[in-house]
């Protein structure tokens, strides 16, 4: 069952789990300094929300005074948060303020299993623990091998460092003109904003920087990479990502776009965000009023599990289709997380009901200690097959190994072409069945 949420232009479908909490939106808390790491009490934003329905009934009420919100958020929020008001939850910079950074803290929430306890005794953690309480709402507390609990909360097989990997498997390093900009392919760039992320996940790819401060949005680098696309005229396409680029205030992102946008030659900017999914109260209806300013404007979002698509999720994804910004999702396949095709299909439907097209499916990266989450590629294979022909086209992803060294994305597919005949193709559909394709012979043309 589905719930209609009306406003005053639109109708928007969401999951029926959802209940309005009807509150003030939280104060604009001022802006960023410019060279300003993007924490705490200097991002400033607002949070509107939709109305919702009560039994069915469509309420028409004023958009920014009701949030939603689901069960298990209302439950995890009654028992570790009985002060904080609606108004304070659905704040984006009270989650940034109050993510789950200490063992401590984790402890006071979760069971935790040996394994996640000794990571914490090893001092070699590359990556920090950052969690929001909105995502850790969607935490199993007993189980550990709860797939979201995997992505975001260490083991100790991350001080694993098995054969293949490296620190920065990809090679952006080497393919880097100016700091924090990666320029692998010819017509386009990866910019990397900040390295700081509301949540961190444990499989990233970034790890070796991400977390630690090395990459600030200062305005002295960002202009060096600016400089650089400017005096690249085969620059057609911009990334940005990080980090997290939506951790960045309103002006900061403003000043960023509308920079990318003044180059002739950029024709389309995106962005690369998991907020949506980690800290969907950061999608507002100021955001949003910013971004759609800067048309042609792509967002790849990271969906990794259907748990991560929740009425908060399908809201702030609503927000961003609304203003016109066409949404893709980029998903690593990871063992034990999303292994599965029953899992895979149903994440691939929740997206596209949430009017997010399913993008790539990502063989996780060999970066050091992945090795508990990386599938061999015959699983990837195996998943894209069961949804070839069993699902809508535009729910299968094209899955990709981003090749080590810096040889960027070679995409995979099951074999379909069995083999050729004189005049004929021999191919294989989604049933096993076998087909013949007139082939046409290139010297009986004309």
Same mark, same amino acid.
């Given at each position: 069952m589905q719930t209609a949420i009306c406003t005053d232009k639109q109708l928007v479908v969401l999951p029926s789990d959802a209940s309005a909490e009807v509150d003030d939106e939280p104060p604009n808390s001022g802006h960023c300094a410019d060279d300003e790491p993007p924490s705490g009490a200097c991002i400033a934003a607002v949070s509107p929300a939709f109305p919702d329905t009560v039994s069915g009934r469509i309420l028409r009420l004023p958009a920014s005074r009701v949030n939603l919100s689901s069960p298990a958020v209302r439950a995890f929020r009654k028992r570790h948060y009985p002060v904080v008001t609606a108004r304070q939850w659905n704040d984006w910079q009270w989650q940034v303020n109050n993510r789950i950074r200490t063992l401590a803290k984790l402890e006071s929430m979760v069971t935790l299993s040996e394994a996640e306890r000794l990571a914490f005794t090893r001092a070699n953690n590359l990556l920090p623990l950052g969690i929001t309480p909105y995502y850790m709402s969607l935490i199993a507390p007993d189980d550990p091998q709860q797939p979201l609990r995997r992505t975001v909360i260490p083991v100790v097989d991350e001080m694993v460092c098995s054969p293949g990997e490296a620190d920065d498997p990809l090679g952006e390093d080497a393919q880097s003109p100016v700091p924090g900009m990666v320029h692998r392919y010819p017509d386009r760039v990866l910019l990397l904003l900040t390295d700081f992320c509301s949540t961190y996940c444990r499989y990233c790819t970034r790890s070796r920087v991400v977390g630690h401060g090395r990459i600030t949005p200062n305005r002295n680098r960002l202009e060096r990479a600016f400089t650089y696309i400017e005096n690249t005229p085969a620059i057609r396409d911009v990334l940005l990502s990080g980090g997290d680029p939506l951790m960045l205030g309103e002006e900061k992102l403003a000043w960023i776009l509308a920079r990318l946008r003044a180059i002739p030659h950029v024709e389309i900017i995106r962005i690369g965000t998991k907020v949506p999914a980690v800290l969907p109260q950061r999608i507002t209806s100021r955001l949003v009023r910013l971004l759609r300013r800067f048309h042609p404007l792509w967002m790849s979002l990271h969906f990794t599990h259907p748990d991560e698509c929740t009425t908060e999720a399908f809201r702030a994804c609503a927000l961003l289709a609304d203003a016109g910004i066409p949404l893709g999702s980029q998903t690593v396949l990871l063992q034990g997380v999303n292994d599965r095709v029953e899992t !895979?299909?149903?994440? !691939?439907?929740?997206? $596209?009901? !949430?009017r997010v097209r399913p993008y790539y499916l990502y063989q996780c990266d060999p970066i050091t200690g992945s090795a508990h989450f990386r599938t061999p590629v015959a699983k990837g294979l195996e998943?894209?097959?069961? $949804?070839?022909?069993?699902?809508?086209?535009?729910?299968?992803?094209?899955?990709?190994?981003?090749?080590?060294?810096?040889?960027?994305?070679?995409?995979?597919?099951?074999?379909? !072409?069995?083999g050729r005949e004189p005049q004929a193709l021999v191919l294989r559909n989604y049933e096993n069945g076998i087909f013949r394709y007139p082939e046409v012979v290139p010297e009986a043309v004309g």
């Open positions: !895979m299909r149903d994440l !691939m439907h929740q997206l $596209l009901k !949430m998943i894209i097959r069961g $949804l070839r022909g069993f699902t809508s086209g535009y729910g299968v992803p094209t899955y990709v190994v981003d090749a080590p060294g810096g040889g960027g994305k070679i995409p995979l597919m099951p074999e379909y !072409m069995v």
